[in-house]
C-alpha cells in the first residue's frame, strides 16, 4: 500500500463526518453535501503526489469542496439564464408563497455563493480576512463586502437585534482574538 493510499484511508474514517458538515454549510442539503465530500476526496486524490498526512489532505479536500460548490454554482447560474431557450418556463401555482424560517439553515440558504464561502471561511474556520481573500482569490475588500452583506442579511432574516449582535461579537473578540482582524 502507497503512503497515500493509506491517508485515504484515515481521512475517509476520521475526517468524513467532519467534512460532510464543512460541506453541509455552503449548500444546506445532506445528499448534496455528501455528493460534495465524495467528488472533492475524488478530485484531490486522483492526483495525489505530496499528501502525505490527513491533516494535509484535509485542507486539500476543503479546498476542493468550496471551489466545487461555487463553480457548480456558476454552472446552475449559467443553466438557469438560458433556460428559456430550451423550454417555456412553468407556471408557477398561484398559491406558492415565500415562507420565512428562522433557522439558521435556512438563512444560510438565502445568502450568495460568495457570501456563504466567506461565512462558512470566517466563522466556521475562523480564518482572518486575508487569509479568506488568499483563499478564494479576491481582494481583502471584497471580503469585507460579502460578510457585510451577509451579516446584514442574516440579520434581518434571523431577527437579530444589533444590541444581541454587539455583546456576542465583543465575546468572540474576547475569546479569539488571534485569528480575527478588522
Given at each position: 500500500?502507497?503512503?497515500?493510499e493509506?491517508?485515504?484511508?484515515?481521512?475517509?474514517?476520521?475526517?468524513?463526518?467532519t467534512?460532510?458538515?464543512?460541506?453541509?454549510?455552503?449548500?444546506?442539503?445532506?445528499?448534496?453535501?455528501?455528493?460534495?465530500?465524495?467528488?472533492?476526496?475524488?478530485?484531490?486524490?486522483?492526483?495525489?503526489?505530496?499528501?502525505?498526512?490527513?491533516?494535509?489532505?484535509?485542507?486539500?479536500?476543503?479546498?476542493?469542496?468550496?471551489?466545487?460548490?461555487?463553480?457548480?454554482?456558476?454552472?446552475?447560474?449559467?443553466?438557469?439564464?438560458?433556460?428559456?431557450?430550451?423550454?417555456?418556463?412553468?407556471?408557477?401555482?398561484?398559491?406558492?408563497?415565500?415562507?420565512?424560517?428562522?433557522d439558521?439553515?435556512?438563512?444560510?440558504?438565502?445568502?450568495?455563493?460568495?457570501?456563504?464561502?466567506?461565512?462558512?471561511?470566517?466563522?466556521?474556520?475562523?480564518?482572518?480576512?486575508?487569509?479568506?481573500?488568499?483563499?478564494?482569490?479576491?481582494g481583502?475588500?471584497?471580503?469585507?463586502?460579502?460578510?457585510?452583506?451577509?451579516?446584514?442579511?442574516?440579520?434581518?432574516?434571523?431577527?437579530?437585534?444589533?444590541?444581541?449582535l454587539?455583546?456576542?461579537?465583543?465575546?468572540?473578540?474576547?475569546?479569539?482574538?488571534?485569528?480575527?482582524?478588522?
Amino acid at each position: 500500500m502507497t503512503a497515500w493510499e493509506g491517508v485515504l484511508e484515515r481521512l475517509v474514517v476520521e475526517r468524513r463526518s467532519t467534512l460532510v458538515g464543512y460541506a453541509f454549510v455552503l449548500c444546506a442539503d445532506r445528499a448534496a453535501a455528501e455528493d460534495l465530500v465524495h467528488d472533492a476526496i475524488i478530485r484531490t486524490f486522483s492526483r495525489a503526489t505530496g499528501l502525505k498526512d490527513v491533516a494535509h489532505a484535509e485542507g486539500y479536500v476543503k479546498r476542493t469542496i468550496r471551489t466545487q460548490y461555487l463553480n457548480g454554482r456558476r454552472h446552475d447560474a449559467v443553466l438557469r439564464r438560458k433556460r428559456h431557450l430550451l423550454v417555456a418556463a412553468p407556471a408557477a401555482a398561484a398559491d406558492v408563497g415565500v415562507v420565512e424560517q428562522a433557522d439558521l439553515r435556512a438563512a444560510l440558504a438565502e445568502l450568495r455563493p460568495q457570501e456563504r464561502a466567506c461565512v462558512l471561511l470566517r466563522f466556521y474556520d475562523g480564518l482572518a480576512l486575508a487569509e479568506i481573500a488568499a483563499e478564494l482569490q479576491i481582494g481583502v475588500g471584497t471580503v469585507k463586502r460579502y460578510l457585510f452583506n451577509a451579516t446584514r442579511r442574516l440579520r434581518g432574516i434571523l431577527e437579530v437585534d444589533d444590541a444581541d449582535l454587539e455583546v456576542e461579537t465583543m465575546s468572540a473578540r474576547v475569546t479569539s482574538p488571534e485569528r480575527r482582524t478588522r
